[in-house]
């Protein structure tokens, strides 16, 4: 069916607010990956999850930083108390198997800023 | 700490021109290295290598994996203006991804 899809496509927020962003994976893709891209920087792998459970959350940036996956489907990605250091484009991916070493299909992004 | 380091930064090139982008990676429990092509927001999957010496090619790119040394490369012949992009790899360990900072590639005609 359709591909990845992630909403909102903008976020402008200010500092201090709580944000949620959300991520629609491919139908039947077990593996969902969330990432973060800042400006002029690489991709910063955040967490990723097989069904609803992620092996290792070490990759968050902080504890502000939470996600979850229920019905192996549906995704979120929460950060509260935003601080401008956050305002980056947080990309999803989905894949078919459950391991790394899958081709990934990524969404269009959701562009965060906090003023 | 997991690093994958890219090089060059930055390249242009005339179209026809051959090109070969590098990477290089440190990455505990090494399982898989994956080069992605980026041109605006979203990355699209190029290669999963897995196996060294082994070459996989898609038309007119291709890319090798060197498990003793830890790197891998990427080549692009006959460049096209099309192929302007960010190109970035990525070391596969147990549960994380570690991504270069990727290669700017600028096709000129």
């Given at each position: 069916g359709a591909g990845v899809s992630q909403s909102p496509s903008n976020k402008v927020t200010e500092k201090g607010k709580d944000v949620e962003l959300r991520c629609d994976p491919i139908s039947g893709?077990?593996?969902l990956y969330w990432y973060r891209q800042s400006l002029g920087q690489g991709l910063e792998f955040l967490i990723y999850f097989q069904g609803n459970s992620a092996p290792d959350k070490s990759g968050l940036p902080s504890?502000?930083?939470?996600?979850?996956?229920?019905?192996g489907s549906v995704s979120t990605l929460t950060i509260q108390r935003t601080q401008q250091e956050d305002s980056a484009v947080y990309l999803c991916a989905s894949s078919l198997a459950g391991t790394l070493e899958t081709s990934q299909y990524f969404g269009p992004g959701t562009r965060l800023t906090v003023l | 700490e997991d690093k994958v380091v890219q090089s060059p930064l930055s390249l242009v090139v005339h179209e026809g021109d051959t090109v070969t982008l590098n990477?290089?990676?440190?990455?505990?429990?090494?399982?898989s290295l994956l080069w992605y092509k980026q041109?605006?927001?979203a990355p699209t999957f190029?290669?999963?290598?897995?196996?060294s010496g082994i070459?996989?090619?898609?038309?007119?790119?291709s890319s090798i994996l060197d498990k003793k040394e830890l790197f891998s490369i990427l080549n692009i012949t006959a460049t096209?203006?099309?192929?302007?992009?960010?190109?970035?790899?990525?070391?596969?360990?147990?549960y994380q991804l570690t991504f270069?900072?990727?290669t700017k590639l600028s096709v000129i005609p």
């Amino acid at each position: 069916g359709a591909g990845v899809s992630q909403s909102p496509s903008n976020k402008v927020t200010e500092k201090g607010k709580d944000v949620e962003l959300r991520c629609d994976p491919i139908s039947g893709h077990t593996a969902l990956y969330w990432y973060r891209q800042s400006l002029g920087q690489g991709l910063e792998f955040l967490i990723y999850f097989q069904g609803n459970s992620a092996p290792d959350k070490s990759g968050l940036p902080s504890d502000r930083f939470s996600a979850e996956r229920t019905g192996g489907s549906v995704s979120t990605l929460t950060i509260q108390r935003t601080q401008q250091e956050d305002s980056a484009v947080y990309l999803c991916a989905s894949s078919l198997a459950g391991t790394l070493e899958t081709s990934q299909y990524f969404g269009p992004g959701t562009r965060l800023t906090v003023l | 700490e997991d690093k994958v380091v890219q090089s060059p930064l930055s390249l242009v090139v005339h179209e026809g021109d051959t090109v070969t982008l590098n990477c290089s990676y440190e990455v505990t429990n090494f399982r898989s290295l994956l080069w992605y092509k980026q041109e605006k927001k979203a990355p699209t999957f190029l290669f999963m290598l897995t196996s060294s010496g082994i070459e996989k090619k898609s038309g007119r790119l291709s890319s090798i994996l060197d498990k003793k040394e830890l790197f891998s490369i990427l080549n692009i012949t006959a460049t096209q203006t099309g192929d302007s992009a960010v190109y970035l790899c990525a070391g596969a360990g147990s549960y994380q991804l570690t991504f270069g900072k990727g290669t700017k590639l600028s096709v000129i005609p």
